[in-house]
């Protein structure tokens, strides 16, 4: 990992980053533009304002060493190559030749030879030329390593550039500028023979340098034709006069390649001077007689090298005419291209860089023609988007991998969406590419991940209004929605909060509570920020969270990653379903949204906290998502009842008491009553000051835990959420009435068996069902209750020892502690004797009773009197029934020790490895988190209690539907 760019950034920080032109180094809304810390290798030569840009330029690099070096010059194309080509200073553009690294140099290259064709013949003369060749081949000789063919084919518009210019001056100061020439001469001819020296090869850029070497071979010897040397004998009154004209047409049918290419050469450079529409009109009908003549002299056939340069010419100047000249009619600027462009698809010659600024600019009339005379496909377009793109963003590489191309527009653009890297950054790009027809097709469906995609950029260029947030993903760059050619690069991230936890619960080395507390801060601290913004996310789960790593896995924090389905209001923070990225709620996740969503349509502030809510939970059930624990039952059944019934996740033993209520208190189901996200951020902060404090505090391991499975539903998603509205939430809303009343309406409209004839059979209770090998025997006695025990080796084991005994005396346990018996090395049996003063079994007792006039009232108290003081020793009964519940005078006692468990202390829960079947006569009375999971609180005692005292009120009014 670059460790220039990958500073640890504190949480929740905020930073001034403003974007720039790439051009100037300035605001623009028309240019493109990218985030300035992006370029902080350039900070230095950003910030600079003493001395000249040259001078700011080399003490930058100069400062800089190895590596940092070559990341620096990738920044300094944008900002220092591209600011010297807009003022024009050619000259210290050929002196920066002298930095060796090869795409800088490139582009230094592409610069000037840009340069040579907007620059006057007046302000690029004989001695500039002549340093600006001698740099090049100073250039060519250092480069002894690396990739030979490519830095030679760079060098060769410069050269011929600079040549052809030469051979201009020379028909006119030929006598006069004697000396300079003759070192031109050399310059040219050194030039030759490095290029001579590679090896010949059959591919186009071999024989791109072949036809360059062999027009300089003929330039360097200022041999020219008759025609060519008048013509410029005084280059200030050139093409000026109907002879001139008489000369050009004869160097266009006559003339060698060499002239040819001169001559067109001049054309182009005396443009600025004289009247562009006539000199346009001149350069058209030029090349019509040299392609004309072309196709029809066999003369030619050995100059195939040559004439591709010609052709590259042709259509330079094309470009170049098009995008300084805005004042010639598209007319003739269309004949133009009618007659250079088509020569590159006859000759199969690559569309060189020039013709992109012409296929990706906003004259659609100009591009259809030019797109169909290349005859290029939507894939070249694509293709050429791409490189266009990778060359006016420094050191961007597009990756070809795992490209996705969504469904056109009505007007044929196609967003592309692909992956790629961004000097030391992973990113994502998506590219709007220009459809190659110019038709328009009415009623297009645009599909919602088009609407997501463009609503994304939208809101990122809304929120980093010159700050950026440590904890939301980065808009890096881009070009202008309304564009010929938009694109975004956007931060991506290697691993998604939802694979950090699935690689943690594979390896099983699951997260302590600090990690998942630092996690649930950067993630607040990410909403809280788009809240302030008045941006809704609209879809907090783990998919929307990724994961970013500083220098090493021990600084890493979690980063919003998706923004997608945000909504921006310029008045509040709400959002209504329906909006751009949410098309009538298809997109919403469904098990994580508030009720109000799903039944109303709304999403607000309060809506994002529901969703944070249920996010604490996914991440210490390490992944589930919410209501994980109704396997059985679809999101259709769960999600009417979360509207309907007020249905809230189960509180698993892995959430510590503390979590799980901050989000209940998320979970409330009017949203007035929800803590605000700063409320719940404060009470984060307040339990990670408490764990810093106290590390005993920090649950020790997950592994003690048992963590709840990933439903089937969740794995075949491949973890991703289901989305859109319950089609029985949207049938309940065709019901008049409250959400409550049509959800049952809408129960009794869905058959419970496919077969009409089928009934249930009552459910009747019988004594037998509710017995079991180990029920304590209860012996009556005179004066006392004896009751004696069968207790398991785990109970005797595991619990026992946790027993006092004081604790055991008043639990009147006889003959403390208890032996084991064992027979031929196995124990056969364990028995707790205990008694109890004279008592009656709570059933038997209401079973009796005919008028109790407040007796029951006063029976109920001392059950749960009995409860709350074994809680208050956290001790759990778990046999809280009618057969084991006995009462004395109103006091209750329970004769069941040998199930109670006791918690261990800082918890509110335990979980034991009880087999179903050991529970069997009680299982009717235990809640669901007993029976699926055996996992035992205070919380489970309670629900005992409750269904025993539905029992004995059952018992008490007489019914007789009440059996044993």
Known sequence: MDRTYHYYVEPGAVGEDPFISLEVGETQETKTHILKSILSPAKEYLDSSDGTANEAFRKCYTNNEGENKTIFLRCAVPLHVQRLQKYKDIDSLSALLDINETTFNSDVLRAIQTLLLELSLNDTQVAFIDKCLNDVLQYLKRSEFGDMLRIYVDTIDTVLRCSATAVIYYSEYKEIKKQSYTKLKKSCSSISKIWGSLKSGNTQAHQKLKGALSLLKTMEKFKLGVQLKELFHRSADSFAGSTHDTLLAEIARKGCIADQFVAAFGILRKMDEQDPQNMCDMYTNFFQSVFDNRAGQRSFMGKDAEFQQLTFLAVYGTAFIYKNFPQILSTDISSLMNVCVPQLRNQRLDVPEEMTDLIFSLNKDLVQPLIDSLGLSEAGVQDLAEVYIE??????????KDKKRLPSLSNHYQWTLSRGRFFSNSVRVAILVPGISNTQVKDTKVSDENKRIENEFEILLKLQDGKTHANILKLFAFNPLGSRLHFHVIESFGMLLMDRVFQSRRTQDFFPEKWIINRLLEIISAVIYLHENNIIHRDLTLNAFAMKTYISVEYEQAVLCNLQMAYYSDYEASAMAGHVADVHGKNIATRWSAPESLWEGKFDVCTDTWMFGHLIHALFTHGCEPYTELYSETTDEIM???????L???KWPCIPISYHKLAASCLDFDSQNRPSLQFIQRELQRLQKELKHNENVQRKSYCTYTMPGISTSQMERAHQPERGIPDMVKKMKGYKGNKRD???????????????????????????????????????????EKVEENVTVNFYDKILPKMSEDFAKKMSI????PKKQVKQGKITEIKLIYRFPKARNIMDLALDLSEYHDIDLEVIYQVTSLVQQMHEKRWILVDIV???????????????????VRLPPKEDSMILDYKLEELDDIVNWLPREVIGNGEF????????MAMLFYEFYMALSGTDRLQY
Do not use: H
Request: positive net charge.
């Open 391 to 400: 060359k006016i963003l420094p050191d961007l590489k597009i990756y070809n």
């Open 742 to 784: 049509s959800y049952f309406k809408m129960r009794e409209k869905i058959p419970q068996s496919p077969d009409p004839n089928y009934a249930p059979l009552p459910m009747v209770f019988k004594k037998q069902d509710l017995r079991c090998q180990n029920d304590p025997e209860v012996k009556n006695k005179r004066f006392e």
């Open 640 to 646: 009417a009842k979360v509207v309907s019934c007020g």
């Open 648 to 650: 809230k996740p189960y």
């Open 814 to 817: 006889q003959d403390w502690p």
């Open 882 to 900: 009618g057969k084991n519940i006995y009462i004395n005078d109103f006091k209750a006692c329970q004769f069941r020790i040998g199930r109670m």
């Open 937 to 944: 609180s205070t919380g489970s005692d309670v629900y005992t």
